[in-house]
C-alpha cells in the first residue's frame, strides 16, 4: 500500500443498509498516523486448561492509544481499517509485535506457549499473507507451532476456494488455525467440514447464559461434542463465572479465555502471571 494514495479521496463505504456513504477523510488519516506513528499496541488475554487452569496460550488484541480521544477499541476501529484497507499494514504490525513479544517472553525463560493472532477478511485475502507470515516467524525466529491465526467464519466463506488454497499455505508452514466467535452467527457447519482448523472458540454469546439457560447449554454441549467429533480442540470465549466454568469442566470444553481468569492486559504483566502457572 503506498501511504501517499490514502488521503486523496473520500472512499466509498456501505451502511448496513447498503447505501454508499462518504467517509470521512480524517479518521483515514489519523488511523494512517496512528499505525506509522506508534499509537498501537497489543494486549493479551491468557487462555487457560479447563482442567488444571494453567495458561496454554494468549490472544494478542490490538489497542489505539489515540492522542487526543484516549484509549479506542478495536470495534471502533477495526471496521474502519478494514473498509479501507487500512487492516493490511495493521494486520502486519500486529503480526510482527505478537511474534517479536512470544519470542522475547521465550528468551525470557518463560515455557513457550500459543500466540493468538486476529487475522481479517481483507489480510486473508491478500496473496501474500502467508509470506508475510513466514516473513514475521523467520524476522523474529519464532518456531511456527507457537503462533494460532484466528480466523471468523465470514473470512473462509467469503471465497472459500482461495480461503481453503490459503488455510493449506498456513497448515504448510506449520502454524495452527482458530474458527473465533463460532456461533455467533448463521450456521457454521459447513465452514467446519469444509477447511482445515485446528480449534473452535466458541463465541461468548454461547457462554453469556450457560449454565442457568436450557437451551444455552444444549447448544453449548453440541458445540462442544461437534469439535470433538471433527477432532478439533475447543475453547469458550467469555467466560466470566465459576458456574460457567463448572459446566464446561462437565462438558469436557478443553479451554476457557475471558475475565474469570484475567482481561486482557498489557504485556509487563505477563511474566507474573506465567509463573503463576495457573489461574
Ligand atoms: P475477539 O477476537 O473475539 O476477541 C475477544 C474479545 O472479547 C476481546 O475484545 C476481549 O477483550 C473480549 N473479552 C474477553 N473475555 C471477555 C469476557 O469474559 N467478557 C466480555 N464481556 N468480553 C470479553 P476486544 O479486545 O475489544 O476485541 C474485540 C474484537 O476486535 C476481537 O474479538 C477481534 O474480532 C477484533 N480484534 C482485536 N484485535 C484485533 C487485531 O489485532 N486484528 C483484527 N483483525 N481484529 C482484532
Ligand atoms: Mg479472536
Ligand atoms: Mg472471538
Ligand atoms: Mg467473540
Redesign the pocket.
Known amino acids: 500500500y503506498r501511504a501517499k494514495e490514502l488521503g486523496r479521496n473520500t472512499l466509498q463505504h456501505h451502511d448496513g443498509g447498503g447505501t454508499p456513504v462518504g467517509m470521512p477523510l480524517g479518521e483515514q488519516e489519523e488511523l494512517h498516523q496512528a499505525i506509522t506513528g506508534h499509537q498501537l499496541f497489543?494486549?493479551y488475554?491468557p487462555q487457560v486448561d479447563v482442567a488444571t487452569g494453567r495458561i496454554t496460550g494468549l490472544?494478542?488484541?490490538?489497542?489505539w492509544n489515540h492522542p487526543a480521544k484516549g484509549r479506542v477499541?478495536?470495534?471502533n476501529f477495526?471496521p474502519l481499517?478494514?473498509e479501507t484497507g487500512l487492516?493490511v499494514p495493521?494486520?502486519l504490525w500486529?503480526l510482527n509485535e505478537a511474534c517479536r513479544q512470544a519470542r522475547h517472553w521465550q528468551e525470557m525463560g518463560l515455557a513457550p506457549l500459543t500466540i493468538a493472532?486476529?487475522?481479517?477478511a481483507k489480510?486473508f485475502a491478500d496473496p501474500d499473507f502467508a509470506t508475510h507470515v513466514a516473513e514475521a516467524l523467520e524476522r523474529h525466529r519464532l518456531q511456527s507451532r507457537w503462533l494460532e491465526l484466528?480466523v471468523?467464519e465470514s473470512v473462509v466463506m467469503q471465497n472459500a476456494e482461495r480461503a481453503l488454497a490459503m488455510m493449506e499455505t498456513l497448515r504448510g508452514l506449520g502454524v495452527r488455525l482458530s474458527i473465533?466467535?463460532f456461533g455467533s452467527g448463521y450456521s457454521s457447519l459447513a465452514a467446519l467440514k469444509t477447511f482445515p482448523f485446528d480449534r473452535l472458540?466458541m463465541?461468548?454469546s454461547l457462554v453469556e447464559a450457560l449454565p442457568g439457560d436450557k437451551t444455552a447449554v444444549a447448544i453449548a454441549s453440541a458445540v462442544i461434542s461437534l469439535a470433538q467429533t471433527l477432532k478439533l480442540s475447543v475453547l469458550a470465549?467469555?467466560?466470566?463465572t465459576d458456574a460457567q466454568m463448572d459446566f464446561l469442566r462437565q462438558a469436557h470444553c478443553e479451554e476457557a479465555?475471558?475475565?474469570?481468569f484475567s482481561?486482557?492486559v498489557s504485556p509487563e504483566e505477563i511474566p507474573a502471571l506465567l509463573r503463576a502457572r495457573s489461574l
Open positions: 497489543l494486549q488475554q490472544e494478542a488484541l490490538v489497542r477499541p478495536p470495534v477495526i481499517a478494514e487492516i495493521l494486520g500486529v493472532v486476529n487475522v481479517s489480510q484466528e471468523t473465533d466467535d472458540k463465541d461468548r470465549e467469555g467466560v466470566e479465555q475471558g475475565f474469570r482481561k486482557p
